[in-house]
């Protein structure tokens, strides 16, 4: 524990007791500087970008695993680090022993869930690279093209990490390495996903990211509370019981653990005991989707799922009951038809999932079903409350 938070602690003593000392410490969405059981995999992802060490390029790579395993912790971390480790550009001092000749490499890392597009990863790897601003209106592809390309001539390298491939919003990771390739000579990609990639060269590095074990995720809930929640609010059986539901995955982990600190919060108790925890793992759907995807959303997909979300389940009976109960809502200002077709989009999506509905009689025609969200309403609630 850092000195401040020592003392941060110790200022509270006399306070009244508080479950909760800071919510987004449980943020499934979020990442800590310094992944927790995840040095084998660091180690194999260095091996791969070992070359940069030499001053040279390394082949392109995928890194691919289940969700909640911790792939993106792990890359956004190393990338920081490299970026501070490693020679490049913007931080390459010239003396007499190192000349402007000596090769130098840059770190970049993309969110391919707010880069969907070329242009957008194009822009956003350049902004990265450069200390100028990239303006985002009035540029060409071409132009961004050949702004890179020219970033990277000579003896200038970059490693660029694009996150989140192959998912329905995003690109495959041979989209994102072809579309660099064209570019410069001068850039290895590493591609970060939950499937092993299609349609790459045989060449490019593989990395495969195992579920936690269980000891790794009981110790990732143990860090996060001690920054989250008071002092013997969470036991240790709880950590234990949340670790061996989620089954290796951390974002289920977390996100259980969000909901049930803000159960626990709302009530005014001073510990999470086994009925929070136990309406906080219910909260999680099986096999639901990434938080992280939802934090991503366009500002019109976010304002249906806000409303969406709000619904009672009389209300959520069909697509139809659904898209009149969010067009009577006063935030929404948008018509019916366009509410319908962004419900549809976000069922496309995974985000909101569709569930028989028992009939009664059977008839011709699909068998009825009514939506749900895919992800834990208690902890969106709780995210999109820090987001606003």
């Known amino acids: 524990m850092r000195l401040e938070d020592r003392i941060t602690r110790r200022r509270r003593r006399g306070q009244t007791r508080r479950v909760v000392r800071d919510l987004s410490a449980l ?4 990442h800590p500087e310094e992944p927790t059981g995840r040095g084998s995999t660091l180690e194999r992802i260095l091996d791969v970008l070992d070359p940069v060490f030499d001053g040279k390029l390394p082949p392109h790579a995928h890194i691919s695993g289940p969700k909640g395993v911790g792939k993106s912790a792990v890359v956004t971390s190393l990338f920081q680090h490299l970026s501070r480790a490693i020679p490049s550009r913007q931080s390459a001092i010239y003396t007499s022993t190192r000349t402007a000749g000596t090769p130098t490499t840059s770190f970049a890392y993309v969110d391919a869930r707010n880069a969907s597009t070329d242009f957008a990863l194009l822009h956003t790897t350049l902004d990265a690279l450069t200390e100028e601003s990239i303006p985002s209106q009035g540029v060409s592809i071409e132009s961004l093209r050949e702004r890179l390309d020219g970033r990277l001539a000579h003896d200038d390298r970059a490693v660029v990490a694009v996150d989140h491939v192959g998912e ?221």
């Open 168 to 388: 329905p919003e995003t690109y495959a990771a041979s989209t994102a390495m072809d579309l660099f390739d064209e570019v410069s000579p001068h850039v290895s990609v590493v591609t970060v996903g939950r499937t092993p990639p299609e349609g790459v060269d045989s060449d490019v590095e593989s990395v495969e990211v195992p579920p936690y074990e269980r000891h790794d995720l009981v110790d990732i809930l143990v860090e996060r509370a001690s920054s989250g929640v008071s002092r013997n609010a969470l036991t240790h059986e709880a950590t234990a019981e949340v670790a061996a539901w989620a089954d290796g995955d951390a974002h289920d982990a977390l996100s259980a653990l969000y909901g049930a600190a803000r159960l626990a919060a709302a009530d005014g108790a001073d510990q999470i005991n086994p009925t929070y925890v136990t309406e906080g793992i219910d909260a999680v759907p099986d096999e639901g989707c990434s938080l992280g995807r939802v934090v991503a959303l366009s500002d019109s997909h976010k304002q249906i799922l806000r409303a969406f979300v709000s619904l009672d389940d009389a209300e959520r009976t069909s697509v139809s009951d659904a898209t009149e109960a969010i067009a009577a809502s006063p935030s929404v200002s948008l018509s019916e038809t366009t509410i319908r077709r962004l419900v549809y989009e976000l069922s496309d999506l995974g985000l909101v999932r569709r569930v028989p509905v028992e009939m009664t009689t059977s008839g011709p025609g699909r068998p009825a079903t009514r939506p749900v969200p895919n992800f834990s309403t208690l902890t969106f609630h709780g995210l999109d409350d820090e987001d606003r």
């Open 27 to 30: 943020d499934p969405t979020a």
